[in-house]
Nanobody, 124 residues
Framework: QVQPVESGGGLVQAGGSLRLSCAASGRTFSTVAMGWFRQAPGKEREFVAAIRWSGVITYYADSVKGRFTISKDNNKKAVYLQMNSLKPEDTAVYYC?????????????????WGQGTQVTVSS
């Protein structure tokens, strides 16, 4: 089992920034990548960004490219999501998740372990 725990959400005005953190504990050696997803009210959960534990390969949804940056600290087993130039449409619950496979790393279905989520609200 792997337990991701998110922190860092909150309320911010449009154009502002937030940094989300995710600490992973448990059998993290079995996972190959970590991802951030988000779910807005009435919408399906969607991919935001992902990063491999090995190397520096990252993945981003088109909607956040150039505004969000995912990073990691292997020693701390932590993953971060720096969110800049936030827009009201970024408002959602943000989830951190761990996957055992690199196949479909942008797919919700590929992630076996999920955190409880942290709320991000961007006011206009």
């Amino acid at each position: 089992q792997v337990q991701p725990v998110e922190s860092g959400g909150g309320l911010v005005q449009a154009g502002g920034s937030l940094r989300l953190s995710c600490a992973a504990s448990g059998r993290t050696f079995s996972t190959v990548a970590m991802g951030w997803f988000r779910q807005a009210p009435g919408k399906e959960r969607e991919f935001v960004a992902a990063i491999r534990w090995s190397g520096v390969i990252t993945y981003y949804a088109d909607s956040v490219k150039g505004r969000f940056t995912i990073s990691k600290d292997n020693n701390k087993k932590a993953v971060y999501l720096q969110m800049n130039s936030l827009k009201p449409e970024d408002t959602a619950v943000y989830y951190c998740a761990a996957t055992l496979s690199l196949a479909g790393v942008t797919s919700v279905a590929q992630y076996a372990y999920w955190g409880q989520g942290t709320q991000v609200t961007v006011s206009s």
